[in-house]
C-alpha cells in the first residue's frame, strides 16, 4: 500500500504550474465520443479519474491514442456498445456523463451507476428527471442506469437544485435532441462552460452555459475538433491555501484567477496577500492568519471542493472560524484525522467549529476521500515532524504529481511503500 511522508514545518517557496481540469476533462472525454470523427484534447490532466475513463470508452470501441501525456485523441466512429460496465467504472463519479452522451448520440445506454467520494448520499434524480423530459424512458436495475428513447425531444427542464452532474449530462443528451431545450437554474461552475465550448466546438449549438438558464438547439451530427480544457480551480486553490498553512510565497500558474475569486477573497480576508496576473496568481503569507466564517456554495460561491483545506487553514489561524458545508451532508468526516494533528474542531450537523491553534503536530492519518485527503497533505505540510498519509488512491484520483509539485516548492513529501521501512529512514535522513 502506497503512502505520502512529509516533514512539514517548510514554507512552500517558488512558482508552480497548474494542470487541466478534472471535472472539466471528465465531462470533455465522454461528450468526444458524440462525435463519428477524431477530436483531439489538450491539457488533460493525468489522474486516475481520467485515465479509467479513457479505459471505459476504449472499452465500447471508442479509438483512443495518447498522443502526449497531456493530449489525447479520440474516435467515437466505431462504437459498438452502450453497455458500460466495468468495476473501475463504478468507483468514479464522471462515469456518469456516459448515459448523456450514449443516448444523444444512439438513443440508449446501459451504464453502472457512479460511484465517486463518499461524502453525502449522492442522488442522481435531476439527471434522469432531466432524460425523461427529453423523451426517455429511464429505469435503474441490478445497479445499472437502463435509458432508452424512441427521439429525444428539446423541453423545458428546470432543475430543483443546480447539479453539476445534472447540468452537463442533460446538455450533452439534449444537443442531439429533436429542436430546442432549456435548462433552468443550472449550475454554473467554470467546467459546465468549459464542456459546452467544447461541445460547441463540435457543431453542437449551446448558448448560456455559465448564466441562469442555458439554451440548446438540437443538432444531427457532431463534427471533429481541438479544444484545449481549461486549468482546474480546485487544484489551484489546494496550493493557495498550502502556500498561505506553511506560510510561504509561491507563484500558481496556468490558472484562470477569475474562477479562483471565492477562494481569493477568503485569503484577503484572513490577512495573506493575493496578486492577480494574467493567468497565474501569487499567494504570500508573512504572518499568522486570523479566522473567518466559509459557507459552501454553488459557483461562484465558495467550492465545497475546497471545504477541507479551507477548514484545515482556519485550525492554524487566529481565534474562532465557522464553516458551514451546504452541498454534501457528510463531507466533515475528516475532521477527526485532523484533530489527531492537533486541531481543535467541534462538528455539530454540517458546520465545523474551529478555534484555531498555533501549530499541528505530524501524525499517522488516512485520507477519507479526495479533497479531504488533500487537506491533509496541507496539514501534514505545515506540522511540525513528520505525518503520514495512507489511503492515497483517493488523492491521487484528482491530483498529477502531487509529491513531485510540493517538492519543487521546497516542500518534503515522497510516495513511498507504506511496509518499506528503509524509504522511511532514507527519506528521514535526507529532511533532517
Ligand atoms: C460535481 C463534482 C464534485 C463537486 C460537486 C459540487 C464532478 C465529477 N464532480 O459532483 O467534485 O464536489 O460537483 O460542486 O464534476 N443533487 C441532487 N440530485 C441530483 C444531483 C445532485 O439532489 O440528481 C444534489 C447533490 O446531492 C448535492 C448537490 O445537488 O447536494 C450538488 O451535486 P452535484 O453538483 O450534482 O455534484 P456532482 O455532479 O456529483
Known amino acids: 500500500m502506497k503512502q505520502y511522508i512529509i516533514k512539514g514545518g517548510t514554507p512552500l517557496r517558488g512558482e508552480v504550474m497548474i494542470g487541466g481540469a478534472k471535472n472539466a476533462a471528465l465531462g470533455i472525454i465522454v461528450a468526444a465520443i458524440m462525435a463519428n470523427e477524431p477530436v483531439t484534447i489538450e491539457n488533460l490532466p493525468d ?18 491514442e ?19 460496465d466495468e468495476d473501475s467504472i463504478r468507483k468514479i463519479r464522471g462515469s456518469y456523463y456516459l448515459v448523456g452522451a450514449l443516448l444523444g448520440k444512439y438513443k440508449k445506454a446501459l451504464v453502472a451507476l457512479p460511484g465517486g467520494c463518499q461524502i453525502g448520499s449522492r442522488p442522481i434524480d435531476q439527471h434522469i428527471k432531466g432524460f425523461e423530459q427529453l423523451g426517455a424512458e429511464v429505469t435503474i436495475h441490478h445497479g445499472r442506469i437502463d435509458a432508452k428513447a424512441e427521439q429525444l425531444t428539446g423541453n423545458h427542464i428546470y432543475l430543483d437544485c443546480p447539479s453539476v452532474g445534472a447540468t452537463i449530462n442533460i446538455m450533452m443528451a439534449a444537443c442531439m435532441a429533436e429542436g430546442k431545450t432549456i435548462i433552468e437554474n443550472p449550475a454554473k461552475e467554470p467546467h459546465i462552460v468549459d464542456v459546452a465550448n467544447f461541445l460547441n466546438s463540435m457543431g453542437a449549438n449551446i448558448k448560456g452555459a455559465g448564466t441562469d438558464a442555458i439554451r440548446i438547439r438540437g443538432v444531427d451530427s457532431l463534427h471533429g475538433s481541438e479544444y484545449s480544457i481549461i486549468p482546474d480551480q480546485i487544484e489551484a486553490g489546494t496550493y493557495m491555501l498550502a502556500v498561505a498553512a506553511t506560510g510561504g510565497d509561491v507563484y500558481i500558474k496556468n490558472v484562470i484567477p477569475k474562477h479562483l475569486e471565492a477562494i481569493t477573497a ?62 454534501f451532508e457528510t463531507r466533515l468526516k475528516y475532521v477527526g484525522e485532523l484533530r489527531r494533528m492537533g486541531a481543535n474542531i467541534t462538528v455539530e450537523g454540517n458546520a465545523a467549529f474551529i478555534t484555531g491553534v498555533e501549530g499541528f503536530t505530524g501524525a499517522a492519518v488516512s485520507a477519507p476521500d479526495l479533497r479531504a485527503g488533500a487537506a491533509l497533505v496541507m496539514a501534514g505540510l505545515a506540522a511540525e515532524g513528520f505525518t503520514y498519509v495512507d489511503q492515497i488512491q483517493y488523492i491521487e484520483r484528482g491530483y498529477e504529481n502531487f509529491e513531485q509539485k510540493i517538492r519543487g516548492l521546497g516542500g518534503h513529501m515522497e510516495k513511498i511503500d507504506a511496509e518499506d521501512e528503509r524509504a522511511v529512514r532514507k527519506f528521514k535522513m535526507k529532511v533532517s
Open 47 to 64: 489522474v486516475d479519474d481520467v485515465n479509467v475513463l479513457l479505459d471505459a470508452i476504449e472499452g465500447i470501441g471508442a479509438i483512443v
Open 266 to 327: 477568503k485569503l484577503i480576508e484572513i490577512g495573506a496577500k493575493v496578486e492577480e496576473f494574467d493567468d497565474c496568481v501569487h499567494v504570500v503569507s508573512d504572518r499568522r492568519l486570523s479566522y473567518a466564517n466559509v459557507k459552501t456554495m454553488p459557483y461562484p460561491g465558495f467550492p465545497t471542493d475546497m471545504q477541507p483545506q479551507m477548514t484545515t487553514l482556519l485550525a492554524l489561524s487566529e481565534g474562532t472560524s465557522i464553516v458551514t458545508e451546504t452541498i
Open 66 to 84: 495518447r498522443l502526449d501525456i497531456h493530449t489525447v485523441r479520440i474516435n467515437g466512429a466505431l462504437i459498438n456498445d452502450v453497455n458500460v
